[in-house]
């Protein structure tokens, strides 16, 4: 049994917390709205008034926030992680978040005597609740391997991006490259088929009995297909989050990334016509826009 804090109950943080507790750990919960917290309380966690005393005796303390702002608040305000965790102490962060911040960020918990494994997941919220996503985790080997058991609780698989967090920081941000363009393109296909007056649905049944038999074109083309972007994963506003982080990975790199500013610009576009808070599959919306389709 490890003494696990969790900071950031949202509905990602809440299913991957409800896993933890699951899995037998001892779980102290924090969330700035302390409503949030309720079903883990029931569930039998204990709830922190502070992210201080979500800190006190935790030998990991796991985050799972919205930004990378969000992230250096929690980290580096006043009686933040760095402030309260004990030394020896591992900070996991589970959310999506910029190189240059996990960089910054392992810095502080090293210079405070504590360590950072980045472990972003991979996987929507529904996943999470079936302990069926992949973990990336990156870090000092011997504080990856304490973490594993909560990782198993978690997650179907862990896969190791080498003992430097940032690491993990890139292969999370280069899977939602790949992913955010797909379902870019898979808008563009639909759009086509649809100038010819032919049935999304018949696309979709193309796609998914073929080549394109995966998780992302069978969750995604079929989002698009029946045009239920009110069914969330992730927000419109949050992948301009991730194209934003990864265009500046690219950017401390020195990697040109074209195909990511064709996805940013659609984006742009979907949450300029008011679809921030919509699934993120509707950049497709966008694309139909475009070529002068009718939802």
Same mark, same amino acid.
């Given at each position: 049994?490890? #003494?696990?804090g969790?900071?950031g109950?949202?509905?990602?943080?809440?299913?991957i917390?409800?896993?933890?507790?699951?899995?037998?750990?001892e779980l102290?919960v924090?969330?700035?709205t302390?409503?949030k917290?309720?079903?883990?309380?029931?569930a %039998?966690?204990s709830?922190?008034?502070s992210i201080a005393?979500?800190?006190?005796?935790?030998?990991?303390?796991m985050?799972m926030v919205a930004?990378?702002?969000?992230?250096?608040?929690?980290?580096? $305000?006043?009686?933040?992680?760095?402030?309260?965790l004990p030394?020896?102490?591992i900070h996991?962060?589970?959310?999506?978040?910029g190189?240059?911040?996990?960089?910054?960020?392992?810095?502080?918990?090293?210079?405070?005597?504590?360590?950072?494994?980045?472990?972003?997941?991979?996987?929507?919220p529904?996943?999470?609740a079936a302990?069926k996503?992949g973990?990336?985790?990156?870090?000092?080997?011997?504080a990856?391997e304490?973490c594993?058991p909560l990782?198993?609780?978690?997650?179907?698989r862990?896969? $190791?991006?080498g003992?430097?967090a940032?690491?993990?920081?890139?292969i999370k941000?280069?899977?939602?490259f790949?992913?955010?363009?797909?379902?870019?393109?898979?808008?563009?296909?639909y759009?086509?088929?649809?100038?010819y007056?032919?049935?999304p649905a018949?696309?979709y $049944?193309?796609?998914?009995d073929g080549?394109f038999a995966a998780?992302?074109?069978?969750?995604?083309?079929?989002?698009?297909?029946?045009?239920?972007y009110?069914?969330? %994963?992730?927000?419109t506003?949050?992948g301009? #989050?991730?194209?934003?982080?990864?265009l500046?990975?690219?950017?401390?790199a020195r990697?040109?990334?074209p195909?990511a500013?064709?996805w #940013?610009?659609?984006?742009l576009g979907?949450?300029?016509?008011g $679809?921030? +808070? #919509?699934?993120?599959?509707?950049v497709?919306?966008e694309?139909?826009r475009?070529? %002068?389709? +009718?939802?």
């Amino acid at each position: 049994m490890i #003494k696990v804090g969790f900071v950031g109950i949202g509905r990602m943080g809440s299913a991957i917390a409800s896993r933890v507790l699951g899995g037998g750990h001892e779980l102290l919960v924090y969330n700035r709205t302390p409503e949030k917290t309720a079903e883990l309380a029931a569930a %039998g966690a204990s709830v922190a008034p502070s992210i201080a005393e979500a800190c006190s005796g935790r030998e990991v303390v796991m985050t799972m926030v919205a930004d990378d702002g969000a992230l250096r608040a929690v980290v580096l $305000d006043e009686g933040g992680l760095r402030d309260s965790l004990p030394p020896g102490a591992i900070h996991v962060v589970m959310g999506t978040h910029g190189v240059a911040t996990v960089r910054e960020l392992a810095a502080a918990h090293a210079q405070a005597g504590q360590v950072l494994v980045a472990a972003p997941v991979l996987g929507r919220p529904d996943v999470a609740a079936a302990g069926k996503l992949g973990v990336v985790a990156a870090g000092p080997p011997d504080a990856v391997e304490f973490c594993r058991p909560l990782f198993d609780a978690i997650g179907r698989r862990t896969f $190791d991006a080498g003992p430097v967090a940032e690491g993990a920081t890139a292969i999370k941000l280069a899977n939602n490259f790949l992913l955010g363009c797909a379902i870019e393109v898979m808008g563009e296909a639909y759009s086509l088929a649809r100038a010819y007056h032919v049935e999304p649905a018949v696309l979709y $049944d193309v796609m998914v009995d073929g080549l394109f038999a995966a998780p992302a074109y069978n969750v995604y083309g079929k989002i698009i297909a029946e045009e239920d972007y009110d069914n969330v %994963g992730f927000t419109t506003t949050l992948g301009l #989050k991730d194209a934003n982080l990864i265009l500046g990975a690219a950017d401390l790199a020195r990697v040109p990334l074209p195909s990511a500013n064709a996805w #940013k610009d659609r984006l742009l576009g979907a949450i300029a016509h008011g $679809d921030g +808070e #919509k699934d993120w599959a509707a950049v497709a919306l966008e694309q139909a826009r475009a070529s %002068g389709l +009718e939802p």
